[in-house]
C-alpha cells in the first residue's frame, strides 16, 4: 500500500477539468509500449475516493516528461505534472530504483547526477580559452552535467564556446563552481532536493550578477527558464543565442558543410518552450547544409525516451526504444547527419544508430558540432 | 409659490420574501419620521393591482407629489411603479425605489441589523425622492427602414421579412455574391436537403423584392445617428453613399476554425486530411474522394472547440451533426469503406437529431470514442493516433481520408464592426445580445440587432430562426413609427464649462460635441444614455445627469451620515427601541 490523498490531488491538480478525451494518451510515445495511460490514471485517481493506492504502478516512472500530453490537453489539465507529483510519494517513502537513488545521492554530494566528482567539472575546456565569469561577462555559460563530464557531449560544449567567440559573444563560465541545474531531480519527484538547488544556484548567480544566462541543454534552460522563481535574468539555449548572432550576420562561415541534415526537435526546446525555428535557422545558416524534416516534426516530434529521469532508467519496457524508432524515421528522410541540440537526444539517438548498426548511414550530432566544421 | 415635497412611501412585504427578514411594519414606522413624508405603510406586494391602487389613491387624495416604493429591485419593476403614478396624473420621473430585497433580505440574515439597513436603504430613497424633478418624455420619429449587413442565409431572412412588412431594407454584402456559408454547404442535416434547392429562391426573392435594395461588394463604413434615426456611410467600390435607416440588423456571420492552428493533424500538409468545409466543396463537385474508393474515412470531431489551448472554449453546436450528414454521404457513396468517427460526446441536441444519429450509426458509421492526438504519414495514408477510451487502449487508425470538423470563430474583423456599431462582445468573442434570456437578438444600442452567426455558433434553422426574431423586433419601432427617448440624460451648465472635450472623449454614444458657435459642450439627447460617464470626465463639475443630479446623489449620501448622527440615532431609538436597541 503506497496511498495518497486523492481528494488533496484533484484539487491541486485541478483534475476535475478533465473529460476523458484520451488526447493525452493517444498522443503519449510510451503508452502505445506500456501501462502509462495518463487518461485512465485520471479517472482512477478521480473515482477513488479519499485514498489512491499507487503501489505497483511502475509505469509511472515510464513517463520521459516529453510534455504531449499536457500541450494537447483542450482543458489545460496537465498530466505529466501529476506523474511527476506521484512519484514524489515513492520518493518520499526512499522506494525508488537504485539507479535514481544513486543519481539523487550523487547530485546532494556532488552536484551531478553522475557520480562524477565536483573538482572535474571545468575540465571539459581542455586547451580553449575561457574567461570565468568572476573575471566579469555580458553572458553566463551554463554549461551542464552531461556536457562538462561526458566525453561525447564535452565536444558540444566546447564547439558552442569557439562558435560563440567566433560571433562575438562575450561569455564565462563557472568552472568546478558549477552546479546541477536539478531538472531531473525535479522530474523523478525529489522536490526537497531540487528546491535546495534552486536555492543555492539562485545565490551563486545573484552574487556573481548574472543576467544573461545561456546553457547547452534544453532541460537546463527549461528548469531556469520554468521551474526557478523569476528573478529577472534573461536565460536562453544556446541556439537562439547563435540565431540572434545569425539574423545579424555575425555569425560567420568560411567553410560549409555539404551535407543532407535533418533536425530532432528536442522535448524541452520544442513542446515544453515553442523554440521551434532558431535551431533550424542556425542549421540553414550553414553554408552546404540541406535541411530536410521528417514527418514528424516541431509539435508532432518523437520523444527520444532520454527525458524525465529516464537516462538512468530503462522503464518497464525496454524491448522497444523510441530512439530507435526516431532515427528509423530520420533514415527515412535520406538524411546523412540527424541533427540535435540536446545532450539527452544526442547520446539516446547516437546509441539507437550503433543498436541499428547504421552507423555507415547515418551521424548524430549537435547543431553546435555541425556548425564549428564551418567555422 | 415654493414646491413642497409630498412624499408617500410604501414598503413591499413580497410575501415573505421581505418580510420573513425584515420588520417591514418598523420600517415603515420609520419611514413616517423622515423628513417630507406624509404617509408610509407596509403592504404585502405593492406590485398587485391593490398594492398600485394604494399608490393611486393617496396621490389623488393625500396630494402626495413624490412616490418611494421599497421593495425588490428597479429592473423588475421600475417601469411598473412609473405607469401606476402616471396613470393618475404624475410624472413618471417622480418615483424612486428602494431595494430591499436583492440588496438586503436576500443576502442578510433576519434580525435588527438586517432591518436597521433596509432603514437605511428607504431613508436615502427619501431623500434622493424630495429632490426628484419632471422629466419631459420625448418622443422622436423613426425613419420607416432597416439597414441588414450581411448577405448570410440570416441576413437575407432579415431583409427579406422587413421588405415583406412593407418597410424599406437595405442588405449591405460584402461579398460579391450573397448567401454566404450556407452557399458553400452541399446538403444539410437532418434531412440530407440540397441546400442550393432553398437557397437560392431566398436569394432570389430578396434580389427582386420592390423594397429590398440589395448592395454586394460594398461594406458600411460609418454608423451615425440613433435609433429611429441611423446615418449610414456604405462605400461599394469607388462609390460612396449615405442612407438613412431606423434600425440596423447585424448579420456578418462567422468563420470556420483554421485547422492549421492544429498542426498536430497536418491539415495543408497531408492532402489525405481535409475538413468538413472542404467536404461540402468536394461532395457538391461530386467527387469526395480522388483515386478509386477509400477503404478507411476517419472523422475528427471538436477540431477547435472545446479547446482551452486556443482559447475557443465553447461547443460550436453543428460539428457532430455535419460530421453525422458527412458520415453517411460517404457510406452511400462508398458502401465499402470503413467510416469510424472520433468524437468527445455526441451532442444531438435539435430536434430529429438523434434519429439522425441513429441512422448515421445503422448506417454502418463506427462511432470511437476518444479525441486524437495526432495524425502522422505512414506510406501513402495517414495513421490517426487516438487512445480508444472505452477500450482504454491507445490506437492507430490508418485512413485515406480524414475529415477534420471545424468549428466556428468569429470573423477576423468582428473588432471593427463592433467597433463601428459600438456592441459588446462577449467571452467567446462573438457579439453580445443584451439578455441571454429574455432579449436575444438585441444589443445593448438601441436600435441594433443581431441575427445568426455573429452572435454565436449555429445551423442554419437557428440562424434563421434568429434572423426573424431580429426583423420582428426591429420592426417595432419601424411600425410604432416613433420611439421613446431616455429622459435621464446628461446635461452641461454652460456657464462652468470649458469645452475641453474630455468628456466627449469618455462618451460611448458619441452623444457630445463642441458647439460650434457657444465653445461649450452640448449633449444630445437622444443619442445620450444617461450613463454619467462623462458627468464624472468633467474637470470643471459642468455636467449633472437628469435623475442623477449632484444634488440628489448627495442627498442621498448626506442622509446615511445623519443616520449614524446620534441626534437622528436618538430619534429612531425613541421611537423603535426594540430594533436598535
Known amino acids: ?41 485520471i479517472y482512477r485517481i478521480l473515482v477513488a475516493g479519499n485514498g489512491f493506492d499507487i503501489e505497483g504502478r511502475e509505469e509511472l516512472w515510464d513517463c520521459t516528461t516529453c510534455a504531449t500530453c499536457y500541450s494537447r490537453c483542450p482543458k489545460l489539465v496537465n498530466p505529466m505534472e501529476a506523474v511527476i507529483a506521484l512519484r514524489s510519494a515513492f520518493v518520499e517513502k526512499g522506494r525508488v530504483h537504485p539507479n535514481v537513488k544513486t543519481a539523487l545521492e550523487s547530485t546532494f554530494r556532488q552536484g551531478n547526477p553522475l557520480t562524477m566528482p565536483r573538482e572535474d ?85 545573484k552574487s556573481l550578477a548574472i543576467h544573461h544566462i545561456f546553457t547547452v541543454s534544453p532541460h537546463c534552460f527549461n528548469a531556469f527558464k520554468n521551474d526557478y522563481p523569476k528573478n529577472g535574468m534573461q536565460v536562453q539555449h544556446y541556439t537562439q543565442v547563435l540565431a540572434d548572432k545569425a539574423g545579424r550576420g555575425e555569425l560567420k562561415f568560411s567553410g560549409g558543410v555539404d551535407k543532407t541534415v535533418t533536425y ?61 524508432q526516431r532515427v528509423q524515421e530520420a533514415l527515412d528522410t535520406g538524411a546523412e547527419i540527424l541533427a540535435t541540440a540536446c545532450p539527452f537526444c544526442l547520446l539516446t539517438l547516437d546509441e539507437a544508430v550503433k543498436h541499428l548498426n547504421a552507423q555507415d548511414r547515418i551521424q548524430v550530432m549537435d547543431i553546435a558540432e555541425i556548425a564549428v566544421q564551418a567555422l | 409659490m415654493t414646491f413642497t415635497p409630498r412624499v408617500g412611501v410604501y414598503i413591499c412585504h413580497c410575501g415573505i420574501n421581505i418580510a420573513a427578514t425584515v420588520d417591514v411594519a418598523a420600517v415603515a414606522e420609520f419611514a413616517a419620521l423622515l423628513p417630507g413624508v406624509v404617509t408610509s405603510q407596509a403592504y404585502t406586494y405593492m406590485c398587485s393591482d391593490p398594492g398600485q391602487a394604494l399608490i393611486k389613491k393617496d396621490i389623488l387624495e393625500l396630494g402626495v407629489n413624490r412616490v418611494v416604493v421599497a421593495s425588490c429591485s428597479p429592473r423588475l419593476h421600475e ?47 427619501v431623500a434622493k425622492a424630495t429632490h426628484l424633478e419632471p422629466l419631459e418624455v420625448r418622443q422622436v420619429p423613426v425613419i420607416p427602414a432597416g439597414l441588414v449587413i450581411g448577405g448570410g442565409i440570416a441576413g437575407l431572412q432579415a431583409a427579406l421579412d422587413i421588405g415583406d412588412a412593407g418597410f424599406q431594407a437595405i442588405l449591405v ?139 475557443n472554449p465553447y461547443c460550436s453546436r453543428i460539428c457532430c451533426m455535419v460530421t453525422a450528414k458527412q458520415a453517411q454521404l460517404v457510406r452511400q457513396q462508398f458502401p465499402e469503406a470503413q467510416v469510424n468517427v472520433f468524437y468527445m460526446d455526441v451532442r444531438a441536441y435539435g430536434k430529429h437529431f438523434e434519429d439522425y444519429y441513429d441512422r448515421t450509426r445503422e448506417d454502418g458509421v463506427l462511432y470511437r470514442r476518444g479525441n486524437p492526438a495526432e495524425i502522422i504519414r505512414r ?36 473588432e471593427a464592426v463592433a467597433g463601428l456599431l459600438k456592441l459588446a462582445r462577449s467571452g467567446d468573442g462573438f457579439f453580445m445580445e443584451a439578455h441571454p434570456k429574455l ?77 460650434p458657435v457657444r465653445g461649450v459642450m452640448a449633449v444630445n439627447p437622444v443619442l445620450c444614455q444617461g450613463c454619467g460617464a462623462c458627468a464624472t470626465a468633467c474637470p470643471s463639475g459642468a455636467i449633472n445627469v437628469h435623475h442623477f443630479t449632484f444634488e440628489q446623489v448627495m442627498a442621498q449620501i448626506d442622509v446615511l451620515s445623519e443616520i449614524d448622527d446620534r441626534l437622528f440615532l436618538k430619534q429612531v431609538t425613541e421611537a423603535l427601541p426594540v430594533i436598535v436597541g
Request: with cysteine; charged share 20%.
Open chain 1, 121 to 205: 567539472r571545468g575540465l571539459w575546456v581542455g586547451d580553449l580559452q575561457v574567461k570565468n565569469i568572476s573575471e566579469g561577462a555580458e553572458y553566463l555559460f551554463y554549461v551542464g552535467c552531461t556536457p562538462s563530464y561526458d566525453p561525447r557531449v564535452q565536444k558540444v560544449a566546447r564547439a558552442i564556446v569557439q562558435l560563440m567567440q567566433g560571433s562575438g559573444v562575450d561569455l564565462g563560465v563557472m568552472g568546478s563552481d558549477e552546479n546541477c541545474c536539478g531538472s531531473e531531480i525535479r522530474r523523478l519527484g525529489e522536490q526537497g532536493l531540487f528546491e535546495m538547488m534552486v536555492e543555492e544556484n539562485r545565490e551563486t548567480f
Open chain 1, 264 to 324: 530532432h526537435d528536442p522535448c524541452y526546446l520544442g513542446k515544453h518552450n515553442g523554440i521551434f525555428d532558431d535551431p533550424r535557422t542556425v542549421l540553414k545558416t550553414i553554408p552546404g547544409v540541406k535541411l530536410v524534416e521528417m514527418d514528424r516534426s516541431r509539435e508532432k516530434s518523437l520523444c527520444c525516451e532520454g527525458g524525465g529521469g529516464r537516462m538512468w532508467m530503462e522503464g518497464t519496457n525496454p524491448g522497444t526504444r523510441l530512439a530507435q
Open chain 2, 379 to 414: 506510406g501513402d495514408r495517414v495513421v490517426v493516433r487516438a487512445e480508444d477510451t472505452l477500450l482504454g487502449e491507445p490506437i492507430e487508425v490508418e485512413a485515406d481520408l480524414v475529415v477534420l470538423a471545424v468549428g466556428m470563430v468569429p470573423r477576423a474583423d468582428t
Open chain 2, 439 to 515: 432579449r436575444p437578438v438585441e444589443t445593448a444600442m438601441a436600435g441594433v440587432f443581431l441575427a445568426g452567426g455573429c452572435q454565436g455558433p449555429k445551423d442554419m434553422s437557428e440562424a434563421v430562426t434568429q434572423a426573424r426574431a431580429a426583423a420582428s423586433a426591429a420592426m417595432i419601432p419601424l411600425m410604432r413609427g416613433q420611439v421613446t427617448v431616455e429622459a435621464a440624460t446628461s446635461f452641461v451648465d454652460e456657464e462652468l464649462c470649458a469645452g475641453c472635450g474630455q468628456c466627449a472623449q469618455v462618451c460611448a454614444f458619441s452623444a457630445l460635441e463642441l458647439h
Open chain 2, 79 to 125: 417601469p411598473t411603479f412609473r405607469a401606476t403614478i402616471a396613470e393618475v396624473g404624475l410624472n413618471p420621473y417622480c418615483f424612486e425605489m428602494a431595494n430591499i430585497r436583492e440588496q438586503c433580505s436576500w443576502v442578510h440574515p433576519a434580525g435588527a441589523a438586517s432591518t436597521l439597513k433596509a432603514m437605511q436603504l428607504v431613508a436615502s430613497a
Open chain 1, 1 to 41: 500500500m503506497l496511498q495518497i490523498d486523492s481528494r488533496q490531488f484533484v484539487k491541486e491538480h485541478g483534475l476535475f477539468a478533465c473529460i476523458q478525451c484520451g488526447k493525452c494518451t493517444g498522443g503519449c510515445p510510451m503508452a502505445m509500449k506500456t501501462q502509462l495511460n495518463p487518461r485512465n490514471l
Open chain 2, 173 to 311: 454584402e460584402r461579398s460579391a455574391q450573397l448567401g454566404g456559408h450556407a452557399s458553400l454547404i452541399h446538403r444539410t442535416f437532418p434531412t440530407n436537403e440540397p441546400v442550393q434547392d432553398f437557397l437560392n429562391p431566398l436569394i432570389e426573392r430578396v434580389i427582386n423584392h420592390p423594397r429590398v435594395t440589395v448592395m454586394t461588394s460594398a461594406e458600411v463604413t460609418d454608423v451615425g445617428g440613433y435609433v429611429g434615426n441611423f446615418r449610414i456611410q456604405i462605400s461599394q467600390g469607388e462609390l460612396s453613399k449615405e442612407v438613412k435607416v431606423g434600425v440596423i440588423v447585424v448579420a456578418t456571420g462567422y468563420e470556420t476554425f483554421d485547422a492549421r492552428l492544429k498542426p498536430e493533424f497536418g491539415y495543408g500538409k497531408y492532402p489525405q486530411v481535409i475538413t468538413t468545409l472542404d467536404f461540402e466543396r468536394l461532395a457538391a463537385a461530386g467527387f469526395i474522394f480522388e483515386g478509386g474508393a477509400p477503404k478507411q474515412v476517419a472523422f475528427i470531431q471538436c477540431v477547435g472547440s472545446r479547446d482551452q489551448v486556443l482559447g
